[in-house]
């Protein structure tokens, strides 16, 4: 009955979602792109660079609130949003199929170990350059070598609050990856993405920011190997990362 309900009541918004992209010399596809799921007042999906997309065919997906993905999509450049309830959405074609959920994973408010391995810590080969900071989600890409395909990892973020004593710094993150699972099949380096829910850590810099500044920076240090003895962690750090404080 809810979900007859909310039909009716988004019966004209989802009608204008329906109609085609338009002229395809306009249409811009999109692949693996990161994602965040929004259920009200119309299913849809926030995207990098503020933007919200939707579809009519996007209403059937069970997809809940919050959740993160990578996914293709396709917009018309020249077709301008439409408004429901004061949220502007973008008519898209969402390709559901390529539709991949991501683990999401919480930021620890306090400095872990930072120099003692976890049980089963594996190294990183990378983190990428490339991310997406995405209603409070931030999308991270790692490299892992020797990864067996059916490996199944966790990941562990935190950082120290007492380092956020002003606006002009680079704040530092520090990234464990946890081996859960692992199967007989050879390994080969991979891509694993991930997303942490950091609203609390930009929550957090945003107060201790006095001078009203723009942006947050931050880099990722990550575990990239062990000493000899494989009793302590050897680091490395990402490149800086800077998002704006008012990005959705």
């Not at 811009?28 to 503020?50: H, M």
């Not at 930072?114 to 990378?126: A, K």
């Not at 991930?194 to 942006?215: E, G, L, P, R």
């Amino acid at each position: 009955m809810k979900k007859n309900l909310l039909y009716v009541i988004f019966a004209v918004t989802i009608s204008a979602l329906s109609s085609c992209l338009g002229d395809p010399a306009t249409s811009l596809t999109l692949a693996n792109q990161a994602g965040v799921i929004s259920t009200t007042p119309l299913k849809s999906i926030y995207v990098k660079g503020g933007d919200i997309i939707s579809s009519s065919d996007f209403q059937t997906e069970t997809y809940e609130e919050g959740e993160c993905i990578l996914f293709d999509y396709a917009i018309d450049m020249n077709q301008g949003p439409i408004t429901q309830d004061g949220v502007s959405y973008r008519t898209a074609t969402i390709y559901n199929k390529t539709i991949k959920t991501i683990n999401q994973w919480p930021i620890r408010n306090e400095l872990g170990d930072t120099i003692t391995p976890t049980p089963n810590e594996l190294s990183l080969s990378l983190v990428q350059s490339r991310f997406s900071y995405i209603k409070g989600k931030l999308f991270l890409f790692t490299e892992i070598a020797n990864h067996q395909t059916s490996q199944i990892d966790s990941f562990a973020l935190s950082y120290n609050p007492t380092q956020q004593l002003g606006s002009d710094i680079t704040y530092d993150l520090y990234l464990h990856t946890i081996r859960q699972k692992t199967d007989s099949s050879t390994g080969s380096t991979m891509i694993i993405p991930c997303a942490f829910d950091i609203q609390s850590f930009v929550s957090n810099a945003i107060s201790k920011d006095n001078n009203n500044t723009k942006q947050i920076k931050f880099k990722i240090n990550y575990v990239s190997g062990f000493d000899k003895d494989t009793t302590k962690c050897v680091w490395k750090s990402s490149d800086i990362f800077t998002i704006e404080k008012q990005t959705n």
